[in-house]
């Protein structure tokens, strides 16, 4: 296969061409690198869940009180108490799931808290607030619970995903919760108190998480110990529909990808009956411990984020490795429920806000990287859930009293949407690489980022990232036993590797069309540098 990367630099008096070899560093802001990539969609494989672009949402700061739950009585626009922006924008990007309460808040959570009049709920103790000054948020007040919650999910059209409560819950706590949920109207005195309570249908949850992080704030366990408690959860289990059973996964961005955790797992799961459908993993591009900031940063801090984001494919890889083992057919998938970057505290967007930071562009770069590896990896991954959708870490949305602005990462969610239920098309991308100054020091990076699907009706949706902050990369794409005949572009970029949305400045970071042509089998299109590009391309 011929393939070609060179190197122009243009609009340069006497500009000098460079072929062959990619050269390491590009020095004039004009430079340009070419590239070819070669898609062959009729050789599409496995078809991408929807669910990949999923959400979480956690009691925690400002995500659920302010950011979700303003209440039915606010003037800010809502749908039973729920903020209608952040319903709407939701729909707009079709989001396919969201997993409820937590993360760590869910192994302190007892689901009977949450039900009932609302004024008759009390008051509670939530695992973050001990980060919270006392004086700007308080106690849990259990305003939003189940019904809430699946209020929510039936707004938006997203499916429920609920974890539950291993750390210092019980099972049968656990098992009634599932009872009160899916239990059908007249049947269990539970089901009766749930239609008392306002909703006569099953909620008909399928995807049940059995604890959170059990190897931390969900109880500190080692995987043995959890391997035990996992059985308890699940052997009895009410099943009122087909469920999809969750195991706490590895905490994928230790060093080694934590796959000690998944070793220890299966190894005691090892001849026992129940099933693990899902195993969480989690992975934060976690710079916790450094004095990285969220808002300004250096060339070498974007490239530090971009690569050590990339991880996330290593931490997959490892771990289905030791899955293989014990699963060799891989009944059990990837749940990537929590991922996205988290710089240290110090930038929350509000007062108790706790772990909420600015989003800029390089989030979103970081995003669609993420995101192309998912896809890439859609035979592992059954779903995956941004940590988290509403003023957090990797957010989509900020959002307090009346105020909401949609970050850059929003905007990516937008783009990958044609993904969704696509069939994975093959894409040799190359080998081609640049080196890049990180802060660890000079390091290869990929000339370009990218992933491909294709539907059944011949559209083809092409994502493309160009990580560079110096050169803008022309791609011709080749496309293998079809002809294209029509393409259309966006791109999300700004000039400013720090560009960012706020309350007052809500658009400098949006969606822009991008020029794009097609001749015979050929899509030709310019990606700006520090750009996310993404392609609507009709096959014929
Ligand atoms: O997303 C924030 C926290 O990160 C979650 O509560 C926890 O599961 C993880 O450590």
Redesign the pocket.
């Known amino acids: 296969m011929k393939r070609r990367h060179f190197i122009k630099t243009v609009a340069v008096a006497g500009a000098a061409t460079a072929t062959g070899a990619l050269r390491t560093r590009l020095n004039a802001a004009q430079s340009v690198a070419d590239t070819e990539i070669v898609l062959h969609p009729q050789a599409a494989t496995t078809t991408i869940s929807p669910l990949i672009y999923g959400h979480f949402i956690?009691h925690?700061g400002g995500v659920i009180y302010d950011g979700i739950w303003v209440g039915k009585d606010s003037k800010i626009p809502n749908s039973n108490g729920i903020r209608q922006q952040f319903i709407d924008d939701l729909k707009a990007i079709g989001a396919p799931t969201i997993r409820w309460p937590?993360?760590?808040?869910a192994d302190g959570y007892h689901w009977r808290d949450g039900i009932g009049p609302a004024e008759k709920r009390p008051r509670t103790y939530n695992y973050w607030q001990q980060n919270t000054p006392q004086e700007v948020r308080g106690l849990e007040t259990n305003q939003f619970g189940t019904h809430e919650f699946m209020e929510l999910c039936k707004l938006t059209g997203a499916e429920p995903y609920v974890a539950g409560n291993v750390g210092s819950g019980t099972v049968k706590e656990f098992h009634d919760w599932v009872n009160y949920c899916n239990a059908p109207a007249g049947t269990l005195s539970l089901a009766d108190e749930r239609v008392a309570n306002g909703d006569r249908e099953p909620f008909n949850i399928k995807y049940w998480g059995i604890g959170?992080?059990s190897w931390?704030?969900g109880g500190d366990m080692t995987p043995a110990e959890y391997a035990q408690h996992y059985r308890q959860y699940v052997s009895q289990f009410p099943t009122y529909l087909p469920p999809f059973l969750i195991a706490t996964g590895p905490r994928g961005h230790s060093s080694d990808y934590d796959t000690g955790w998944t070793r220890g797992f299966f190894e005691d799961m090892q001849g026992r009956k129940s099933r693990v459908d899902g195993l969480s993993l989690?992975f934060y591009t976690d710079f916790r411990l450094t004095n990285f900031k969220a808002a300004t940063f250096s060339p070498a801090e974007w490239y530090s984020v971009l690569l050590k984001g990339a991880n996330i494919e290593k931490a997959l890889l490892d771990n289905w490795d030791v899955m293989t083992k014990y699963d060799p057919s891989h009944h059990t998938k990837f749940i990537v429920d929590?991922w996205g970057n988290w710089y240290p505290p110090g930038e929350e967007i509000e007062p108790g806000f706790t772990?909420s930071q600015p989003i800029t562009l390089r989030d979103a770069l970081h995003t669609a990287l993420t995101f192309d590896i998912f896809n890439r990896h859609a035979d592992k991954i059954a779903m995956a859930n941004v940590?988290?959708t509403i003023n957090?870490?990797h957010s989509l949305f900020h959002a307090h009293a009346d105020k909401f602005v949609r970050t850059p990462v929003y905007y990516v969610f937008k783009m990958y949407q044609p993904h969704m239920n696509g069939r994975l098309v093959p894409m040799d991308i190359g080998g081609a690489s640049q080196n890049v100054t990180a802060v660890e020091g000079t390091a290869k990076m990929p000339l370009v980022y990218g992933s491909a699907s294709v539907k059944e009706a011949g559209a083809l949706a092409v994502t493309l990232t160009n990580p560079s902050l110096d050169s803008a990369i022309s791609v011709r794409l080749r496309i293998e036993g079809a002809n294209a005949s029509e393409v259309q572009g966006q791109v999300l970029t700004h000039d400013d590797r720090q560009a960012t949305n706020t309350f007052a400045t809500p658009d400098v970071v949006s969606l822009a069309p991008l020029s794009a042509t097609v001749d015979g089998q050929f899509v030709r299109v310019t990606i700006p540098k520090q750009a996310v590009v993404s392609l609507s391309v009709r096959l014929s």
């Open positions: 956690e925690l937590g993360g760590c808040f959170n992080e931390g704030c989690h929590e772990i940590a988290q957090c870490l």
